[in-house]
Structure formats: structure tokens, C-alpha cells
């Protein structure tokens, strides 16, 4: 009788341990004082940075989304571990906190190590220009599961922060002025209304611009921060500007969105004009062109603005009125 293997259903743990090695081997490069134990064993170890007198520790979690189906499609993978560890990163810096390490999930049909090491240097890529520490996660291979060289990312990320440093929004009041920060572009959403409307024939021809990966703004938000009292801030990710701006207003509180102030990506004309789609709706599934936004009081936003000109590309669109929601 035939001896029947892990491999033989379709799950090569040699070929994953070799994913393995060059994940702990180049990771490495990507690890900040702290780590005590990282990529190999059952758990990653961190400690606590010194110089906080009451820290608190802030997590976030996500995926990249259907702009994977693109990447599968043009055989691109390369980027799409930068969007991953944008997404949660991101997310932390509106809190405040510091980026200190990533962990990610790799699922996948049937391991392809040359697609799985591409998908591993974005998002060592992405953790560099976090500047933190890829400290472990997680490759499952599930040949009855995923579609053959289809795969799926997740990913987890801790910040640290001083407790009475949280940005959380409270002291947002009317008059004060929102500043956004470019995006590179369609960034990680919207990505089924996108496939909707570029035929699969389209999307090599656009493939640049739609796997243009999420900009990371960890950095130029951590410059601004000891420099200026900033009250508020939004990642623009899923529900565009409209639903995710008033997620740190106070009640009672709104936001007037100056158009024109800014000049959006011109992929954003393009799917607005293929889908014959509402202006308001594509303000509520796109970021438009606006990636992050800061509310700072009007004594500041001047000055903010141009030290974040050094950085990125950043505009005044609008002020904080008393109301709700987005205007």
C-alpha cells in the first residue's frame, strides 16, 4: 500500500520552511531595538520602548481587498505587501502612536515560493518605510480552498503612544481647519467598483496606476506631531471622505469640504465617467485624492501646511462648522 504524504493532498512544508528561512533572514533588516524574539518560533516577544512615563499600546488589523484580483490578474505581487502593512499602519498613526511591529497572514492555494517572496518583500518594503519591526505571522496552505495562485493577506500592527498624547478628537471645535495629505492614488478601496467598470482586458494597460500601492504617512505624521497641536485625524480608506471624517468629530460637530482645493488623480475622472456615478458617491467609496486628514486650530494650519509640503503633498479643504457629517 502507498505511503500517502502531507504532499501527496497538496501541502509542501519543505518548500513553506523555505519561506520561512528568507522571511526570518530578511526581516531582520526591518527589526528596531526591541525585539526579543521574532520570525520562527510559536510567538514574537517586543518590549516596551523606554522614555514613557504611561504608555498606551494601540493595535489595528486589515487586508489589502479585491485589489488582489488585479495582482493575480497582471501576475504582479510585488506591492500589495506595502498596501497591506499601509492599511493597519495607517490606521495607528491617527491615534498618535508609533508604529512598533507587523505581523502577517499569508494564505494560499498552493505555495508558489517566487510569487510568495514577492508578496513578502512589499511588505518588508512597507515595514522599512514604517519603520517597524516585522516580527513574525502566519503562511497556511489550503490547496481545497483558495484557487490555484490565488492568495489572501492580512495583516496586525501595535503602536505605541503616551496615554495624555492620544489624539482621539475631543477638543475639535468649529473654525478649526481640515488639511489633507495626498494620496498616491485609488490606494486599497473601492476595488469591486473599480473591476466593475475597467474590463479585465483594461487593467494591464492601467496596471500601474491600480496596483500603485497605499502611501504610509507614519512618518511625516510623526514630524508633525511634536510640532503642532493637531486635534484630529482620518485615514480615508473605505467609505471615502465622507464616512470617515466624522468618525472623529465630536457631536454636534461637522465638516465643509472646500472641492476644487485640491487636484484629484485623474483615474478618479475616468471611473466617475465610465460609471456615470454621482458625485456623492464617489466621495463615499473614494478617497479622491486625499489619503489622510488633519484638523488643526486656524492659528496653526498655516504653518502645518508648510512643513508638511516638505514631506507631502498637503491642501486646505475645509473647515470644522457646527452640524454633522460632511458638507
Known sequence: MKRVTYRDSGVDIDRADRLVDYIANTAGKTYLPGVLAGVGGFSAAFSIPKGYKNPVLISCTDGVGTKLKIAFALNKHSTVGIDLVAMSVNDLITSGAKPL???????????????????????????????????????????????????????????????????????????????????SGLHSNGFTLVRKLLSPEEWKGFGEILLKPTK?????ILKLIPRFAIKGIAHITGGGLLENIPRILPDGMGIIIKKGTWQAPSIFNLLQKRGNISEHEMYRTFNMGIGMVLIVSPSQARDLLKFANKHEKAYIIGEVIKGKGVQ
Do not use: W
Open 101 to 183: 511591529f507587523f505581523l502577517d497572514y499569508f494564505a494560499v492555494g498552493k505555495l508558489d515560493y517566487k510569487q510568495a517572496r514577492e508578496v513578502l518583500k512589499g511588505i518588508i518594503e512597507g515595514c522599512k518605510i514604517a519603520r517597524c519591526a516585522l516580527i513574525g505571522g502566519e503562511t497556511a496552505e489550503m490547496p481545497d480552498f483558495y484557487s490555484p495562485k490565488e492568495y489572501d493577506l492580512s495583516g496586525f500592527a501595535v503602536g505605541i503612544v503616551e496615554k495624555k498624547k492620544i489624539i482621539d478628537g475631543r477638543k475639535i471645535k468649529p473654525g478649526d481647519i481640515v488639511i489633507g495629505l495626498a494620496s
Open 216 to 220: 504610509i504617512y507614519a512618518n511625516v
